[in-house]
């Protein structure tokens, strides 16, 4: 029996290990690929177009179907119900293409075979002949071909800016290209489809969104959705690419098995994953801002071009959140934000940490350049002058309430040492050399919410056994972030019981309807509050039943350690449990929440999309080789804003691994497409994310511990996988400073993202003229 | 024989039907159910596939982290297999690098973990007292896209510090091992499944034999670009034969350093960092340390990419090969060997057998290697540049250059602008001149051709640079190492 003083074991604002942490050391850890397959268990393998845009002329699967283990093919014409997983009603995404390809690697058929292996080999002895039209790549090219928008565009106005711009003192406009990026997650795309009886099939599905495939792949069956269950115990990384990228590949499985009566898993391989699943969306922003002699911003106006791809998908709301990310931490008195979201011939983006919101913040902060290297001021000191104060109106006419960087900036600036060490970089600069230095301190505020109000809700299930073990489900899934080890967390906390006691479930639409995709940082907020409302209608019973049975008054009722105390009885809780049952008490309940107060009217561009802000800042040095343009992360130091936080080793987790992931974005992960259309850079041998060595050399972690939500957040805590990400943009600004300084500062270096060294290099040599 | 036999943790393996193209990687996660060791890439990049292989050398069981998913199995004869299914701590629960990997929460989703684990662990046996800069050594060839990386070199750090080597299994039963990988060992294997075969020869003799009597044989050696041919384009290189075990002499005979074809980058290392210091940080960015465990030196000439990342190095040092056709041996400048993109002065039958490097102990050497990423990628713009200065005057020079022609090749301009010239500023910006007209690069997803023109002229001066002030700060340095 536990002593009663002795707090539990993995209760909320601890640092408490991942829930899978020793499954994940010893390989126990089971991924999709890792279940035990169903005896007779077949496989899918995708066919990719070889042309960036064309109308299929024939396909002929002669070689194809002659090959070893070869069951069939699959193509447009075989899909029983709708050829669509547009995830917002459009219709206009495919699962194989009819009658004309829209970007190099586009599905086109999916073999079936006894083995993957056979699949795979068979599916390239297939031929598709195409007839080429025009393909357009890049977002300019797009508007000036006339390709027109996947979805509407949105602009943001707050007073009049053509006027304010005129009015002001000074004015710089420019172009800023901003790169993709691909997720790489480690687990690739993968689903394994096992059919049932009459309509129905099962799924396991690396994804964020089960509830999407279930009714993506009723869709495409056309079943109702409750013949179709989709679980997901977790995922090796999702970062967004799997919040929508996988319903085609759950649907061709899912087709698949019902036609064949047998399991069918499909996987591809890391090539095709690459080519054939959407990224980040890269950015063309032209800026306008006008400014005056102290660097305080009077207005801006930006247009910002996205690569779409050929489809919508989620570029509406991600190119929405690149407006409400366009002022970064800063007031813009007049502005007028515009997005073009630009249809192209390439794969269709999607979500990826941040949602658009991080290309939106770096146009604020290359503009904040722009100011600074005009009048000759510290990037920091303009920052300071234009961060919002409270009560000040966003663009999209939010009024901001809970601001703290002046605070978190002024401390951050204190324990980085960041005036001592600017003037060393400054110095070091002023002797010349190869090795130039630079520096730069950047903030984030990030919108929490999704700005689809109606995502914003969760649910969540507990049963408590009669033995007293407790059983815990809810609609988020894990990817890595440590969700299922938080919302555990707060259960252990509400019937104060040891963690261990709580066990973590598969995430399943069985259990929990209609969820949202776990995204926009939202996991822990929507399904802690579901999974403790659940808890707290099992407490309230429980409460009535102690006071009942053991002659208290309620509220001499409480949850301790391990026990249940009723007046001066002290009960174990097993044994309350135990009796709970006898007395029949429903010791199973269902939880629910909806985040309050949101509300958002795209057609004014007004309203209050997000709950609350979470704020952080990190400053970044770095060494850059003039000769080669190569450079190294010397220094990051990070504060960052997590409320109260839940779980603060898993939060430096997510704070540690976002920043690195956001350098990466702006340093050496580079997207390229040949003049054919076809993406190059599709396997980790082509397209490089960070690896160890190219972590900062000094990594300095910190959680701004006084920070508490002011809305009434899951525990005061703040949403975390999304923010720090926007941080990665302080390497990039201390990568331009050092390329900067070889013209001695009279101009910021301007470079494009990524800033690879070749981009570094090709920007020193342009400013040495 | 007709068996290809291993050890697979605790379990023996005898296998007669195998392809020359079997992965190592589907073994486990499909024959055996060894899940654990997880497919990322398939091409060697990522390190998710990441086990320990255990060989016999001179030197004894030498455990080293490859990757499985372009391991293929002829090439796991008579080696020991580990995998994170064996790993565990002296009292049966975890190990310490495990234990250490949970309690700095160096896991997020996990997928990535295993093969760390398996790189941790190789590093954990070998160098107990790794720093900052060696566990970052260890880990170029594993990715981790969730926790940027911070928490697992404090794992490592840790786990290092906990010690216990040891009470480790593997020292433990390493006499064992050996002498049951010992006894797998001898004569030649002949596998096949259906029409397609693999040969693993006896010895050097038994190769030159074996390619005489089947000339279009693929050379199987590290497989660190032939696994890619199996795993990304599905090719059929049926025959093969495998050579990864052959051809390991290293020796050093007065200026000479005599290189067997199948020494792997790993095994160079040590007589690279003694005789050719200014090479050693360059080729420890040769691939991650899972290529370098495998990929041989021999084999990156013989497969005569444009980027393979040794031969710039060796063409000015000088370098010459043995090539072997049955009995008969000829011998080559390096340079010499690669006579257009894709072909190579290698007859039928013929393979290489050895590298001669000559040791400039007086000359001013300096290897450079210019890429996206510092790390595990594949080179831009890679420089081997040696010259010789007698009484102020450059007597000679030799500047071989990868990444800028289809292949490895000299920049007989800028060497022709050294030439004769005294040692000094003038001749070096000369030579970054006429580089411009040495080359025609091209361009593709690594770089343009602007780049790559402007870095090796770039190379030049900062050649220039390091000679004339030594210590002056012309290159990014990472940590220091312990």
Request: charged fraction near 25%; charge should be negative; include cysteine.
């Amino acid at each position: 029996m536990k002593d009663d003083a002795a707090p539990i074991a993995g209760q909320a604002h601890q640092d408490t290990i991942h829930d899978s942490a020793i499954k994940h050391v010893t390989g126990r850890a089971d991924y999709t690929d890792d279940l035990v397959e169903p005896t007779g268990t077949i496989h899918a393998y995708l066919g990719l177009s070889t042309c960036a845009h064309g109308r299929i002329t024939g396909m002929d699967f002669t070689d194809t179907l002659a090959q070893p283990g070869v069951l069939g093919v699959l193509t447009a014409d075989d899909l029983p119900g709708v050829n669509d997983v547009s995830p917002n009603g459009m219709n206009d995404d495919p699962i194989l293409a009819d009658g004309v390809v829209h970007f190099w690697g586009q599905p086109v058929f999916a073999v079936i075979a006894e083995t993957r292996d056979q699949a795979r080999r068979a599916a390239h002895k297939a031929r598709i002949d195409y007839d080429a039209l025009p393909h357009v790549l890049d977002p300019i090219a797009a508007r000036d071909a006339g390709m027109g928008y996947v979805t509407d565009p949105l602009t943001l106005r707050r007073g009049d800016a053509a006027v304010a711009m005129a009015d002001a003192p000074r004015r710089i406009t420019g172009r800023f290209a901003v790169g993709g990026q691909d997720h790489f997650y480690l687990e690739g795309q993968i689903a394994l489809a096992i059919p049932g009886e009459d309509d129905e099939v099962a799924l396991h599905v690396s994804t964020q969104h089960p509830s999407e495939v279930q009714h993506m792949v009723a869709h495409v069956l056309g079943v109702p959705s409750s013949a179709v269950v989709v679980n997901v115990r977790r995922m090796g990384g999702g970062f967004g690419g799997k919040e929508t990228q996988m319903n085609l590949f759950a649907c061709v499985a899912a087709v698949a098995a019902k036609r064949w009566h047998r399991a069918v898993k499909i996987r591809p391989d890391r090539d095709d994953d690459m080519t054939a699943t959407g990224k980040r969306h890269d950015f063309v922003i032209d800026y306008a801002v006008g400014f005056d002699d102290e660097g305080r911003i009077r207005a801006v106006e930006g247009d910002l071009y996205a690569r779409c791809g050929f489809s919508a998908d989620l570029s509406g709301p991600v190119t929405d959140r690149a407006l409400f990310h366009a002022d970064n931490a800063y007031f813009y008195p007049d502005v007028r934000l515009s997005s073009h979201p630009m249809r192209t011939n390439t794969v269709s983006n999607t979500a990826f940490r941040g949602f658009g919101g991080p290309q939106g913040a770096i146009m604020a902060e290359r503009m904040v350049e722009e100011i600074a290297y005009a009048l000759g001021l510290d990037p920091l000191e303009v920052r300071k002058r234009n961060l919002y104060q409270n009560g000040q109106l966003t663009p999209y006419h939010q009024e901001v309430q809970d601001q703290i960087l002046p605070r978190l900036i002024a401390e951050l600036e204190q324990s980085s040492y960041y005036q001592a060490r600017r003037q060393a970089v400054l110095d070091w600069n002023a002797r010349g050399g190869v090795i130039r230095k630079g520096i730069a301190l950047t903030p984030v505020k990030f919108g929490i919410s999704f700005t689809a109000t109606w995502f914003n809700q969760a649910g969540a299930l507990i049963h408590i056994y009669s033995d007293g073990s407790i059983h815990l489900n809810h609609g988020g899934t894990e990817m890595g972030q440590g969700l299922n080890t938080k919302v555990a967390q707060i259960v252990a906390e509400a019937f104060q019981c040891d963690i261990s006691r709580i066990r973590i479930t598969k995430t399943t639409t069985e259990k929990v309807p209609n969820t949202s995709a776990t995204a926009a940082s939202s996991g822990t907020d929507l399904n802690g509050m579901a999974a403790l409302d659940a808890a707290n209608q099992i407490k309230a019973r429980l409460t009535a039943f102690v006071a009942e049975n053991w002659k208290v008054a309620e509220d001499q009722v409480a949850f301790v350690p391990g026990h249940v105390r009723a007046g001066d009885q002290m009960i174990v809780f097993d044994q309350v449990i135990r009796a709970a049952y006898m007395a029949r008490i429903h010791l199973s309940a269902a939880g629910f929440y909806k985040t309050p107060k949101i509300h958002w009217d795209r057609t004014t561009g007004q309203g209050r999309p997000f709950y609350y802000f979470a704020y952080g800042a990190a400053v970044s040095e770095v060494s850059v080789d003039t000769l080669t343009g190569e450079y190294v992360i010397d220094r990051a130091d990070i504060l960052h804003d997590v409320g109260r936080s839940l779980n603060p080793a898993l939060d430096r987790g997510q704070v540690e691994g976002a920043f690195v992931q956001g350098a990466g974005w702006l340093t050496t992960e580079e997207l390229w497409w040949d003049d054919k259309g076809r993406l190059r850079t599709h396997a980790p041998s082509t397209y490089k994310v960070p690896l160890a060595s190219d972590r900062p050399r000094i990594f300095n972690v910190a959680l701004a511990d006084w920070s508490e939500a002011t809305e009434r957040t899951i525990k005061r805590s703040k949403a975390v996988g999304e923010p720090p990400f926007v941080l990665g943009i302080s390497v990039f600004e201390a990568i331009n400073m050092a390329v900067a300084s070889v013209a001695d500062y009279r101009e910021p270096a301007r470079l494009d993202a990524p800033a690879t060294p070749e981009r570094v290099l090709m920007a020193v040599e342009r400013l040495r003229g | 024989m007709t068996q290809l036999r291993f050890l697979l943790n605790d379990t023996e393996v005898a296998l007669t039907e195998v392809a020359a193209s079997d992965t190592l990687l589907d073994h486990l996660r499909l024959t055996r159910r060894l899940t654990g060791t997880k497919e990322g890439c398939a091409e060697g990049d990522c390190g998710a596939c990441t086990v320990l292989s255990g060989r016999l050398t001179p030197d004894g069981l030498v455990y080293e982290p490859i990757n499985a998913c372009i391991r293929l199995m002829a090439s796991c004869h008579a080696t020991h297999i580990v995998t994170i299914e064996h790993l565990r701590g002296p009292d049966g629960g975890l190990h310490p690098i495990q234990a250490a990997m949970v309690a700095h929460h160096g896991s997020q989703c996990g997928f990535c973990t295993p093969g760390i684990v398996m790189a941790l662990y190789g590093l954990w046996m070998t160098d107990p007292k790794a720093g900052e800069a060696e566990i970052e050594t260890a880990l170029q060839g594993n990715i981790c896209r969730c926790t940027g990386y911070a928490p697992i070199i404090r794992a490592a750090q840790a786990a290092g510090a906990a010690g216990g080597q040891a009470q480790d299994a593997l020292a433990r039963e390493r006499e064992a091992v050996a002498a049951r990988l010992a006894g797998m060992r001898g004569a030649r294997v002949s596998l096949a499944r259906g029409a397609d075969r693999a040969l693993i020869p006896t010895d050097t003799d038994d190769l030159a034999a074996a390619l005489l009597k089947e000339p279009d044989s693929t050379l199987v050696a590290g497989a660190t670009d032939v696994g890619l041919w199996v795993t990304k384009f599905m090719r059929d290189i049926s025959p093969a034969i495998f050579i990864g075990h052959l051809m390991k002499d290293i020796t050093v005979e007065g200026d000479l350093i005599r290189l067997g074809a199948g020494v792997t980058y790993s095994e160079a290392a040590p007589v690279i960092a003694r005789h050719i210091p200014q090479a050693a940080e360059y080729w420890q960015r040769i691939g991650g340390w899972q290529v370098r465990n495998v990929g041989t030196i021999g084999a990156n000439i013989a497969n005569g990419s444009p980027i393979g990342d040794t031969p710039p190095l060796l063409i000015a040092l000088d370098a010459r090969i043995v090539l072997r056709r049955g009995a008969d041996r000829r011998e080559m400048p390096l340079e010499d060997f690669f006579i257009d993109y894709g072909k190579q002065d290698r007859q039928p039958g013929e393979f290489v057998e050895e590298i001669v490097i000559p040791i400039h102990r007086a000359a001013r050497t300096a290897a450079y290697k210019v890429s996206k990423r510092r790390d595990s990628d594949i080179t831009a713009v890679a420089a081997g540049i040696r010259v010789d200065v007698a009484e102020g005057i450059i007597t000679d020079a030799r500047l071989a250059f990868g990444g800028m022609a289809g292949i490895p090749k000299r920049a007989r301009a800028a060497e022709a602008a050294l030439r004769g010239q005294p040692f000094a500023e003038a001749a070096f910006d000369a030579a970054a001149r006429a580089i411009a007209g040495d080359f025609q690069p091209m361009t593709d997803m690594r770089a343009s051709a602007e780049y790559r023109a402007t870095v090796a002229r770039n190379l030049i001066r900062r050649f220039w640079l390091e000679q004339s002030e030594p210590g002056l700060p012309v290159r990014l340095r990472l940590t220091e190492r312990a």
